[in-house]
């Protein structure tokens, strides 16, 4: 019998070819084919369930009594048939009475067989069927037996979604039930939409090879583009943006080299599958496998070879290019592992409803382009790639930070409602726009935005902010296929500062290299740690043609207007001297040629890298400003790569080492009479931007979507009563220093919503 299945699973694949070729209806085609695999196995009993109504109905048998045909229907989870389709997984029983979820059903007459092997015949991922097996001996099936009817399984598949008789095959929502997901909140906002994947997920739509040397021809064609990519990747360490790539590239490496991998795809062709199939069935057999083995280390190998496995099947099927590439064409939340900051702006904004990433951190810069994007982003959803389907559903909640993968209908009422609630609290917001951000004891905190699309200017004067903070001239570079020439880069600072009108705006030179890569700057030599590496100004001082175009196109755009530059990741004094000169230089080379020049320009300094804390004294005298970058900042502090997963919740924003490195470098600023704020994320939190104020903080650069929940707060802060409070807290900090705080601003009723 072992013998004869395996030989024979190719003679069953290339008869269930010849009866999907055939003419005849769905009904006597399926007949046809359990009498063939019973056949074929020496099997007494074959018989196929289809999901139809939600219900598993016999749908064809070879060996049970045919009168229970269209009959005999079971609910996911009854019985075995039941249970096989709601796990998706395999049961194989010498006895199957025995089974605890057995339903005896008499008009079958199946009491004279015990042993029993049922498949699970999947279409999307989704059940749509059950594939069973019976024999009158009680004895379990081989692992070739069922390794055969797996196959099978999987061209059943095809037939069923062609025949379009089961559920889910007609239409495009395939429904197995609502899933609440909770993940890492990223950028806050609600949002709804269907799921689309950044590199779509390939179904496979042929099963049956008509050549298989051809579909081998296709294998090998499709491993060797695909270890050139992954050794491309290694090359460039371009490859994803952030944290773990170095290890899952490596994970890549060892599995696309792997021969094992190669040789049972291969082995698959050899029963008669197409690559595709082959490439499937392959992964299915592993995943089958893995979640045997309970370890999370393996999971997360796992993982990595999906991702590997699907890249594979992408190069076959010729779909290489990513949802942005082929537009979206409804509201859509998009699903990845991770993104790199370019690939997201690449999307249609007025589409682009909601983000879910697999991985994410706060202060990555796919976060930061998310939040100026205004896109709700969810991180940490570790199964969402297995779990969503292409055009599923999806409510995406960024202030709890969970997603629900297709709702139901209460979920999507009770969601709307919330939604409904969070815009009318932003309206209220709305209507403190024009109010200054005051506190309750008279301290005036000033309140930017931070930028860095050209339309984000134009919202100045509706969001009521008081200028731009900080605009990052990286993303426009970030966003164009090529360097952006000296001409259109003046543009986009001229149109920025039309918009602003009277209202500031700082220009931060090109912050490039870390995890913002742009593919056409390709540095081949990018160290390990790209973030503590060559970028942002020590990458412009040492390639000044760059450096000198932006600060030409600055000036010229402020002709006539004040210009305000500000320099990032300055570590020591003189690269800030260093960059002020060049820019000095082209004013003069400006002046000469009486082009109209600013009325003034100040210059200043962000303070992301810790030393520089240390040679303030030295470089304020020389500064018109300030600007503190706390998500750099804390990263060097902590020592905790920003992109970093699994350090993204480890260090908290409330702590009293950075609430005490900032306090002194914020006193060294009053005393040297230089305007200082805060640019980064954390200065946008209510807690946190309460703890920079008690510690003297007065001007902030946060996200547009931060102005409202921070203005009411400052509004119901007293600036005095926090100062005292901090001095204690900071002095002899509680152990829970995030709750101490949370629980003064409650006592003193302050608006932290
Ligand atoms: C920062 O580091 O805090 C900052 C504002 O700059 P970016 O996030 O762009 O690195
Ligand atoms: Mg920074």
Redesign the pocket.
Known sequence: MVESAVASAREILTGLHDVMAGRGTAQSKLDHVVDLIADKMASEVCSIYVMRDNMLELYATHGLNKDAVHVTRLGLGEGLVGTIAEQTRVLNLEEASAHPQFSYRPETGEEHFHSFAGIPIVRREAPIGVLTVQHEDSRKYEDVEIEALQTVAMVMSEMLANAGIADGTRGRSRSSGEQQLGGLQLVTGMARGKAVFHQPKVTVEHTVAEDTEAERARVYAAFRKMREQIDNMTRDAEFGTTGEHEEILETYKMFAYDEGWARRINEAIDSGLTAEAAIERVQQHTRTRMKEIDDPLLAERMHDLEDLSNRLLRIVAGRMTTAAQTGLDEDTILIARNLGPAELLEYDRRRLKGVVLQEGSL?S?VT?VARAMGVPTVGKIEDIRHIANDGDEILVDGDQGSICVRPSRTTIDSFDMRMATTQKRRAEYAALKDQPAETIDGVRIQLMVNAGLPEDAAQLAANGAEGIG?F?TEFQFLIAARLPGRESQQKLYKDVLDAAGDRPVIFRTL?IGGDKALPYLNEKDEAENPAMGWRALRLSLDRKALMKAQARALIEAAGGRHLRVMF?MVSEPWEFEEARQLFEKEVQWLRDRKRVLPTVIEYGC?L?VPSLAEMLDQLLPRLDFLSI?????TQFLFAADRADPRLADRYDWLSPSILRFLKRIVGQCKEANVPVRV???MGGRPPEALALIAIGMEAFSVTPAALGPLKAMIHSLDASAARREFEGLLADPPKMFREAVIDWARQQAVDLS
């Open positions: 202060t810069h930061i900080l990052r912050d990032p962000m992301e970058g706390t998500n750099d900042l640019c980064g994320e």
